[in-house]
């Protein structure tokens, strides 16, 4: 039996921190996401495997911010050919979502064990991850406008990762603001509106151009084709920041003589988030198909097909967030059927991302390509 050594496709050790990308951290989105949703099946030990999951997701973190760092002192000039490079610039926006998964399995996770003070450290966390999610939403724009290259026929989904980290943060913000008290929730409910209004009018502007990109020129590549599922993102989360804010805001209101506007944000959280859903159930029947056809003429792995994990966990969140408002067994059945389904993507892409990175498959090269940015295992 032959035994290959790490990184055996590699000039040299040092060329993974030259190319390590942004699009790492979306291995954390998927298994932070992942981790969040798996306490939700009613089965023996998926709660513990969820928090097992969780401490995996801050390792990762961990590991790839400091690769991250190495990688800006070793490599200066790789690393602001990144900002500028029209789709490795778009995975910044995977940075504070992975961060996002890690402050909400506080709540989830951290609560149970350390009280108000996990809630306590999600709100300082959640500070930072809502200000970075703003910057990054703004600036990769700006640096589309003014420094980069893009044509329509080029689009892909992609697009929506730099602006849909503000709506993650706005999701955490709803699910954080229960654990405080009333002046720090009423804080992070008024900023976690804000920044779903930040994130979810830019997205779905994004939604109507892909469209118009699909239907004058036709599917992306197939090194592209799990993009397809990348606008289920920001309509599940859409839904789960509206679900959640809608939740946390009537003690708020009721706090400062409001009261009669409490019914609004939950009927708003219901109302916005049913059809938020319902547009994300025609994306994900819409993505199955296109993914469906290019699995016929082969789908290459890439580290994109992370993109088939973190949308369709927060559509399961949201899914599941419906069924506690409404009390509907529709919901949540379907949401049990999604987790099982992300679940074994998670194991499919995380046993092809561990074969493509002992390998040193996936670590990009120092020239990106300016068609897709991906590397390939």
């Not at 916005?272 to 159930?281: H, R």
Request: net charge neutral.
């Amino acid at each position: 039996m032959t035994i290959t050594h790490p990184l055996n496709r590699l000039a040299a050790p040092t060329e993974a921190i030259r190319g390590f990308t942004p699009n790492w951290f979306t291995a954390c989105m998927g298994t932070g996401i992942l981790s969040l949703t798996l306490p939700k099946l009613p089965l023996p030990g998926t709660a513990a495997i969820g928090e097992v999951l969780w401490i995996l997701t801050m390792a990762l973190f961990a590991l790839f911010t400091l690769l991250s760092l190495a990688r800006i002192v070793m490599y200066p000039a790789d690393s602001r050919a990144t900002l500028h490079h029209p789709v490795q610039s778009m995975f910044l926006g995977a940075v504070p979502m992975g961060l996002a998964t890690i402050v909400n399995g506080l709540i989830t996770f951290g609560v149970p064990h350390w009280g108000l003070d996990a809630a306590r450290l999600a709100r300082d966390l959640w500070a930072f991850d809502a200000l970075l999610s703003a910057a990054v939403g703004l600036l990769v724009p700006y640096l589309m406008f003014t420094r980069q290259d893009h044509a329509l026929e080029k689009m892909t989904a992609l697009w929506l990762l730099p602006v849909v980290a503000s709506e993650v943060a706005a999701a955490s913000a709803g699910l954080i603001a229960p654990h405080l008290d009333v002046a720090g929730a009423g804080t992070l409910v008024y900023s976690g509106y804000v920044l779903f209004a930040l994130s979810v009018p830019l997205a779905l502007m994004i939604i109507t151009i892909l469209v118009l990109r699909l239907a004058q020129h036709n599917l992306p590549g197939a090194e592209l084709g799990v993009s397809m599922f990348l606008p289920l993102g920001p309509l599940g989360t859409g839904a789960l920041a509206l679900l959640q804010l809608g939740e946390a805001a009537p003690r708020v209101l009721q706090a400062q003589g409001l009261s009669a506007l409490a019914p609004v944000a939950v009927g708003l959280g219901l109302v916005g988030g049913v059809m938020l859903w319902g547009f994300g159930a025609w994306w994900l029947a819409l993505a199955t198909l296109t993914t469906l056809r290019f699995l016929k003429g082969g789908l290459p792995f890439n580290l994109g097909w992370w993109g088939l994990t973190f949308p369709l966990g927060v559509y399961t969140a949201a899914t599941f967030g419906l069924g506690a408002l409404t009390h509907l067994d529709f919901f949540t059945t379907l949401g049990h059927v999604l987790v099982v389904i992300l679940a074994a993507l998670w194991i499919l892409v995380t046993a092809r991302t561990t074969h493509g990175a002992w390998h040193g498959h996936l670590f990009q090269s120092p020239s990106l390509s300016k068609e897709t940015g991906l590397p390939y295992a």
